[in-house]
T-cell receptor, first 117, second 113 residues
Framework: NAGVMQNPRHLVRRRGQEARLRCSPM?????VYWYRQLPEEGLKFMVY????????ESGMPKERFSAEFPKEGPSILRIQQVVRGDSAAYFC???????????????FGPGTRLTVT | GIQVEQSPPDLILQEGANSTLRCNFS?????LQWFHQNPWGQLINLFY???GTKQNGRLSATTVATERYSLLYISSSQTTDSGVYFC???????????????FGTGTRLTVIP
């Protein structure tokens, strides 16, 4: 059973370009979460999605950031017009259908390290 | 949001020593997880432990939900235990921000041979 997959693992973008980060949840998982980790800090929640629905985007910056989890295919975190402050590690996590109890346990992917030059 | 504090922030151990890492949280929680972030940045699930005690090899964890803290015990530490240990909590289903994890700032552990 493959774990959470993220690609690319490393991404370099120049200021003003777009960054697209992809996440495939674990098999059988229908909940996807995105987190951002700045250097030397803990992870901060960005957005929680189920298939075709954004459930909670309270941690997403208001501008330039968007996320989707289509019916088919991976979840995508998109950052438009990147700036140097967007440089960070972006982690995706997934959990099984349902909520509460052990169904809440989240499993993390290896992350995408974004560097904006 | 909920506050999650971890202590100590940094810890240096001689190989073979034991240690206890602490996580305090400011509100009732539905879920608590411990993670190890290895030097390559990968997050590894250690425990899902909203309450009670669990053991896995040299590691064990205890959460006392009523007193809002959790402890991670590492026994007979090895150099491969080095990295950052994060505690993360999920708020109750009826609370704002339920379903997402709030992370502490971590304990950076260095085990020297």
């Amino acid at each position: 059973n493959a774990g959470v997959m993220q690609n690319p693992r490393h991404l370099v973008r120049r200021r003003g370009q777009e960054a697209r980060l992809r996440c495939s949840p674990m098999k059988g998982h229908s909940h996807v979460y995105w987190y951002r980790q700045l250097p030397e800090e803990g992870l901060k929640f960005m957005v929680y999605l189920q298939k075709e629905n954004i459930i909670d985007e309270s941690g997403m910056p208001k501008e330039r950031f968007s996320a989707e989890f289509p019916k088919e295919g991976p979840s995508i975190l998109r950052i438009q017009q990147v700036v140097r402050g967007d440089s960070a590690a972006y982690f995706c996590a997934s959990s099984p259908p349902g909520t509460g109890g052990p169904l809440s346990e989240q499993y993390f992917g290896p992350g995408t390290r974004l560097t904006v030059t | 949001g909920i506050q999650v504090e971890q202590s100590p922030p940094d810890l240096i151990l001689q190989e073979g020593a034991n240690s206890t890492l602490r996580c305090n949280f400011s509100d009732s929680v539905n879920n608590l997880q411990w993670f190890h972030q290895n030097p390559w940045g990968q997050l590894i699930n250690l425990f899902y432990i909203p309450s009670g005690t669990k053991q896995n090899g040299r590691l064990s964890a205890t959460t006392v939900a009523t007193e809002r803290y959790s402890l991670l015990y590492i026994s007979s530490s090895q150099t491969t235990d080095s990295g950052v240990y994060f505690c993360a909590v999920e708020r109750g289903a009826d609370q704002t921000g339920a379903n997402n994890l709030f992370f502490g700032t971590g304990t950076r552990l260095t085990v020297i041979p």
